[in-house]
């Protein structure tokens, strides 16, 4: 028999969503990433199986567990965008996002992917996992982080508030931030960190809505990753806490978020985020240009840490 010769790499096209042009035609970083998971659905196609045909037919879950991504260019409303997916290192995906502009080709993002295939719980089928994705294949999310031990007369919350400049926001898992019947997916937490980080600039009075009104200053990501740990569950409860760690150069700032759920007396991580994050200039004096990050919005950021 004929071995099948799968392709090496996947190019699609695609555009952003409406619904990512929040701040005038830019496009914010959550919907670059939803295109990298677009390439990284279409590069399994390639391979010979859907995540459907791979949830039906074998009982697995197509997870993207870990994505790193640099965006060295902005991403517009109705820009046309070449998705490139190639293959990396073990279970790792190499991805490039590029549009043409001006006639020539410009690079929006560059993104290293893991992908895993989990054995699901709520699947009838229990196929092994195609021979070309078998190196994917893991039974379950399992993380080497620690768990959290909550001792006696305190709580979840106390815990993950001890630290200086720990902001924490408790959510329930809807349905609709999950998959496969059981569990939040890798969009659900990259949603988590978009939403995390607004309620943290609105809690240290320093709002996108204020900074836009108040100084023309538009939220630009250069970078994030979120990587899940562990399978946070459809309507648990997912402790979520942000905290702003340096700021780089005086224009960024440089965030964590980390999420945990409760089982019994011990708090589990499910997913980790960094983003690097700053300020445009949208009108006025330096336009176009990053702004600098003064005193007060520095001191709102990290407040008295000493």
Known sequence: MTAVLRPTRTVTHGRPAFEGANIRTWIGFKHFMYLVEQGVLQWLRDQGKSARDLFLEHGLGAEIVDCSVQLPAVLELDDEVEVEVTPGRGDKLNVQLSVVRGGEKVTVLRGK??????????????????????????????????????????????????????????????????????????????????????????????????????????????????????????????????????????????????CYVQRGQELVPVATAQILHGYAIAAGPGAGGMAELDEGVVHALIGDRT
């Open 113 to 258: 992917v893991t992908v895993a295939l989990v054995r699901e719980r709520a699947a009838d089928a229990r196929a092994a996992a195609p021979e070309a994705l078998a190196h994917l294949e893991v039974p379950a999310l399992k993380s080497i982080v620690e768990r959290i031990a909550i001792p006696a007369g305190e709580t979840a919350e106390s815990v993950l508030t001890a630290s200086p400049g720990a902001f924490l926001w408790s959510w329930r898992a809807p349905y609709f931030y999950c998959h496969y019947s059981d569990r939040v997916q890798h969009s659900g937490f990259v949603r988590t960190l978009e939403e995390v980080v607004d309620r943290y600039l609105a809690d240290r009075g320093i709002s996108v809505g204020r900074m836009l009104t108040e100084r023309d200053w538009i939220p630009v990501v250069s970078r994030a990753r979120v990587r899940l740990l562990e399978d946070a569950r459809m309507e648990e409860t997912v402790h979520t806490v942000f905290t702003v760690t340096d700021i780089l150069r005086g224009v960024m700032f440089d965030g964590r978020m980390d």
